[in-house]
């Protein structure tokens, strides 16, 4: 039997490298691992009849497809491996953390997960449904670059007041950091994470009133060559 997809494993540290690289290209992760293990999955993937096997049924398939990026398959190989992960067909942020860390062994990456979380728990009410899991995913993977945009904007704004402060960035940054652990290329210093939150500054806050808006944030991405080809990097990962 071939085993069982761990697509929610690989899709949640995909949405980390997706969302992390179009700004920060020092850091450095091999995610080779990781789409293979979306590979796994693709021809162990039965018919519709997958989905009557679980307690919590999602949302009809047609309806995914319709609100989504994903095709019918693709989707069956998501909630065969979200089924693998989490059989009541939610996950908690504890649960969550505990399948982001097994990728991020080297560090602690407890708090980047919060943050990650908190951006697919877009109802609210602390746990991911695989409805969520995927309107997310399909947004970071299949959206459009504004929407791609808008989401990572959304992670880094962690209070949700509209706005990116300094010291949100900074939060982000050291979480990003206490993740990889030792593994970064070049090694970074300890005052790396708000040295690059002031690089960030630099260059996204264009009035220099303090705080980054959504227009900034989008006008400086756009602009950016680098960020805009890094927003295809996995296009075709699923």
């Not at 560090?107 to 409805?131: R, V």
Request: glycine share 6%; net charge negative.
């Amino acid at each position: 039997m071939a085993p069982a997809p761990r697509s929610i494993k690989a899709s949640v540290c995909v949405a980390h490298l997706h969302i992390i690289t179009p700004e920060y290209h020092i850091l450095y992760t091999d995610h080779t691992a990781l789409l293979r293990s979306h590979q796994q999955g693709i021809n162990s993937v039965t018919d519709d009849g997958e989905l009557s096997t679980v307690c919590y049924r999602p949302e009809g398939l047609d309806h995914l497809m319709q609100q989504t990026n994903f095709s019918k398959k693709e989707l069956q190989i998501l909630y065969r491996g979200f089924k693998s992960e989490c059989p009541s067909g939610a996950v908690n942020e504890e649960t969550f953390k505990n399948i982001y860390s097994q990728f991020f062994p080297q560090g602690d990456s407890s708090m980047y997960a919060h943050f990650l979380f908190e951006a697919f728990d877009t109802k609210n009410n602390g746990s991911i449904s695989f409805e969520d899991f995927v309107m997310g995913l399909s947004i970071i993977l299949r959206g459009s670059i504004t929407d791609k945009l808008n989401w990572a904007f959304n992670l880094y704004d962690l209070n949700k007041d509209g706005c990116i402060t300094k010291e949100e960035m900074t939060d982000i940054m050291r979480s990003i950091y206490d993740m990889m652990g030792k593994y970064t290329y070049p090694c970074m210093k300890d005052s790396a994470p708000k040295e690059h939150a002031d690089n960030f500054f630099r260059k996204m806050d264009k009035n220099n009133d303090g705080v980054v808006t959504i227009e900034e944030f989008l006008e400086t991405c756009q602009k950016d060559e680098n960020i805009m080809q890094s927003m295809h990097m996995f296009d075709n990962v699923i």
